[in-house]
């Protein structure tokens, strides 16, 4: 397949290129792919300045009209799906397969907002006084600067500015620097529907300088965030200075638990599947393994089974036996994976399966690794491991576990298993986390606010409450003049 050059931004609606540049790494080789613009002040600036030009025009059309661009956008990515799904490995290293369910997934999720953006509903409320009517209207925040990060370069950059130009909101996007050629491509896409100049732009290069350039400026009212706790934090406090709207999606730390009366291979497959998903690098991914005393032994047999059978390798192999397990993003993501290993193989820990790099050296590879003998002081239990490391806890009773969500600074997801309707009620309200998944661990659908809780974030995407948040509200008060002209 020809190779697509992807080295501009996205700026009222034409490419920019700039001299200075940004490397772009294949994940599976360690070679440099392609360079991409280092955009900085100056480029950002330019992209402000058209969101807020195009921002006026583009929340007076219709939903419908609007709705009209993001159903073309659609439409386009699924056409182009291939050619995208094989842009998103080469830079984010993730296999072919979850690279083209990435890009469908970005069209249901367009599409579903091109529907609700339809569906933005005010309230008519009750007056203190017999002629004053109280009516309240949702308008679009304005322009937005939405923040994506490497693991989903291509669903996050769909699931932030889908709602926000549903909303009639006007973007600024700045992808992660790792995988910047997926947003690219995904842009261009969205160009080819002839949508309003300047509506959607989009920024490469230094994150800090880009940040800093949108939140500074006070035509940016609203800052979208994914990507670390840490990052998050510091954007946290940069947006007080001009109490500007943020929502941020950050780290996790997710136990998946099992009790006694689960489906012990339902609950193993479904476990396998989500902890190895996209080499383990989900903010929802399963971080921690609770198996009950009872059924430890046997479920961990079941795990490292599965764990066995996974292959890793080039993420854009097609062969008729595709590969399930692609590299890590890069070497620090590997180094702190083995950091994380090896304190708990110091502690105790035992390794039932995996455990080392593997593949080609200068790939950053690593084993599917199962964890036994796990416990609360081993550093992973703790952190965020973001890659392909299953720990395996063991527990006796049920408030051990809503302890360790309570305990934990993270509340992004939590999943557990078991066919006792009692305790799922339990356990679902109270575990300290924004998302439950019981007896699966498929969370990320678009009619669902997607979100969590303590420092995992603020806001949702993903449902109403995703356009909600490119929203605000606006109360009008009328007193009506009487028949004989009084008040
Ligand atoms: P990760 O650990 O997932 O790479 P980061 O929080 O470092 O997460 O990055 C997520 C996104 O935030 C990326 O697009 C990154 O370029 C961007 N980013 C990092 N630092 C800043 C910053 N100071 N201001 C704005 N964006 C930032």
Redesign the pocket.
């Known amino acids: 397949m020809e190779k697509t050059t992807l080295n501009y931004l996205w700026i009222k609606g034409e490419k920019v290129s700039t001299t200075e540049t940004i490397d772009v790494v294949n994940p599976a080789t360690g070679e440099v792919i392609d360079q991409v613009p280092n955009g900085g002040k100056k480029e950002t600036k330019l992209a402000i300045n058209a969101a807020y030009e195009a921002l006026k025009p583009w929340k007076k059309l219709t939903p419908e009209k609007r709705e009209s661009y993001l159903v073309k956008w659609a439409d386009n990515l699924l056409e182009n799906r291939d050619e995208l799904a094989a842009i998103l490995t080469e830079e984010q290293g993730k296999p072919l397969s979850e690279s083209r369910g990435e890009i469908e997934g970005c069209a249901t999720f367009i599409r579903w907002y091109a529907e609700e953006g339809k569906r933005v509903y005010g309230e008519v409320i009750t007056g203190s006084k017999e002629n004053q009517r109280i009516s309240v209207i949702k308008q679009p925040v304005g322009v937005c600067g939405l ?5 989903f370069p291509g669903a996050m950059v769909a699931r932030k500015t889908a709602p926000a130009l549903a909303a009639g909101c006007t973007v600024v996007v ?5 995988t910047p050629r997926i947003a690219i491509a995904i842009f261009e896409q969205l160009m080819k529907t002839g949508i309003p100049a300047g509506v959607a732009n989009l920024v490469t290069g230094k ?2 300088v ?3 350039t ?2 500074e400026d006070r035509r940016v009212k609203k800052i979208s ?8 934090k ?2 946290m406090k ?1 947006a007080a200075d001009q109490v500007k709207r943020i929502s941020l999606e ?1 780290g996790g730390n997710a136990p998946a638990i099992v009790f006694p009366d689960a489906d012990l291979d339902l609950a193993a497959k479904a476990i396998v599947d989500n902890k190895f998903e996209n080499c383990g690098q989900m903010c929802n991914g399963i971080n921690v393994i609770y198996a009950h005393g009872e059924i430890k032994e046997k479920l961990t047999e079941k795990i490292v089974n599965l764990a066995k059978e996974l292959k890793v390798g080039l993420g854009s192999d097609p062969g008729t036996d595709p590969i399930q397990i692609g590299p890590l ?1 890069n070497e620090a993501a590997l180094k702190n994976v083995e950091h994380l290993l090896q304190d708990a193989k110091e502690k105790g820990a035992k390794v039932e399966t995996g455990g080392e790099r593997t593949g080609d050296a200068t790939g950053y590879f690593f084993q599917p690794t199962v964890l036994s003998i796990v416990t609360l002081d081993m550093k992973l239990t703790q952190e965020e491991i ?1 890659g392909p490391v299953a720990p395996i806890l063991s527990f006796q009773k049920e408030q051990e576990v809503v302890e360790f969500t309570e305990n934990s600074p993270y509340g992004l997801a939590a999943y557990f298993f078991t066919r006792d309707v009692n305790r799922v009620y339990r356990m679902a309200e109270e575990l300290d986390s924004g998302m439950i998944g019981v007896n699966g661990t498929s969370l990320s659908v678009p009619q669902a606010p997607f979100g969590g809780i303590k420092e995992s974030g603020i806001g949702r995407e993903g449902g109403f409450y995703g356009l909600e948040e490119f929203l605000e509200l606006k109360y009008i008060s009328l007193s009506l003049e009487n028949d004989e002209g009084g008040y």
């Open positions: 923040i994506t990060p490497w693991n700045k992808p992660a620097s790792e994150a800090s880009i940040g800093e949108l939140f965030f994914t990507g670390s706790t840490e990052i998050g510091q954007l940069r950050l993003v973001f």
